[in-house]
């Protein structure tokens, strides 16, 4: 029998408000506080923005990283709590997830690349509608485009701005990419596309003078972009803990069938 994984080393993250940081004086008192560099495990003490600035902090780590809450919105983070936390970590189970890649070329030819855990998505920096044509693994499946912009979501950022697009939920585990419209006005009806997470997408900014787009990349921006490459990056695996009964895969479940 597998014995459950030791994190004696704890490094704690915590945001700028008043409540992460009391708790975060809590925790240090009764735990202690490693380097991240030399800790088994972190903790972020925040909200989803901490949680998802953790991820890219530790992204190349291969540490698990546990959130608790205390911030305004906890979809990925589990209940605050000072007791047992030892405990509480050798209990959670693990999420395994993967960030997309982004390579952007802007109007300058200038190529950026940047990791998404939750979405890149690309959006009108004016009050003209972008103009947009897809490429699903080099091949054209629409010419044109006409919206406010259009996102690709991974399971796990499937239920923040993919879903108030009016994109899907997808299960943490599904080997698939939400590619969704954002305030689609021609196709008027086409309400986005399921992809393999093996797809290579590709999004030209047609007009790109006169209708400028920008890409955005979880919290990294890149304007006047002319060409927009993403994929799923499965060289990187990052490891999200949860407690038993509040995994991923059950809050997106629970998502489903929220109102």
Known sequence: MTSPPRHDRIAFVASAGA???QALAQLVE????????????????????????????NMHSGKPIYGMHRGTVGFLMNEFST?????RLAAAKESVI?????RATDAHDVVHLHHAINEVYLY?????????????????????????????ATPAGSTAYNLSAQGPILPINASLLAL?????????RWRGALLPNTAFVVIEVLEGDKRPVAAVAD???????RRVEVLSDRTI???????????????????????
């Open 124 to 152: 009108r920096q004016t009050y003209q509608a972008a103009r947009l044509r897809i490429l699903i693994d080099e091949r054209e499946r629409m010419p044109e485009l006409i919206a406010d912009g259009i996102l690709v």
């Open 19 to 21: 409540e992460s940081q």
């Open 180 to 188: 969704t419209p954002i305030s689609a006005f021609r196709p008027r």
């Open 30 to 57: 009764l735990y202690g506080n490693h380097d991240p560099a030399d800790a088994d495990i972190v903790v972020a003490l925040g909200g989803d923005g901490l949680m998802l600035q953790t991820l890219h902090q």
């Open 219 to 225: 919290h990294y921006e890149v304007r006047d972009v």
């Open 98 to 102: 993967h960030p997309l890649l982004m």
């Open 237 to 259: 695996s990052m490891r999200m803990l949860f407690d038993p009964g509040h995994s991923l895969e059950e809050r997106i479940l629970s998502e489903q069938f929220g109102y």
């Open 83 to 87: 007791h047992d936390l030892h405990a």
